[in-house]
């Protein structure tokens, strides 16, 4: 089993920036694909981006492409999300997940385990 617990959500102005963090329990988190995922109000949960178990691939949704970036520190079991020129339509709670599957997780139902979500409230 693998617990995920999101952190560095907030309130900030458009135009600003945030990193948010997932730490993972567990000793297989090295062998987990990664991703981020967000839930806006009435809206269905979106992909936001994703990396693989190694960290050499990553996919990004279009919407955020060029803004945010993912990482991942497996020596410390902890995936980032580095969120830069964030927009009002970025405000969502932010799900940090993982999966088994190889490669890069981008469906919602690949991913085998999820965090309780950070909000991101944005500004405008």
């Known amino acids: 089993q693998v617990q995920l617990v999101e952190s560095g959500g907030g309130l900030v102005q458009a135009g600003g920036s945030l990193r948010l963090s997932c730490a993972a329990s567990?000793?297989?988190?090295?062998?987990?694909?990664m991703g981020w995922l967000r839930q806006a109000p009435g809206e269905e949960r979106e992909f936001v981006a994703a990396i693989s178990w190694s960290g050499s691939s990553t996919y990004y949704a279009d919407s955020v492409k060029g803004r945010f970036t993912i990482s991942r520190d497996n020596a410390k079991n902890t995936v980032y999300l580095h969120m830069n020129s964030l927009k009002s339509e970025d405000t969502a709670v932010y799900y940090c997940?993982?999966?088994?599957?190889?490669?890069?997780?981008?469906?919602?139902?690949?991913?085998?385990?999820w965090g309780q979500g950070t909000q991101v409230t944005v500004s405008s």
């Open positions: 997940a993982a999966g088994h599957e190889p490669g890069v997780l981008i469906q919602l139902p690949e991913f085998d385990y």
């Open positions: 567990g000793r297989t988190f090295r062998s987990l694909a």
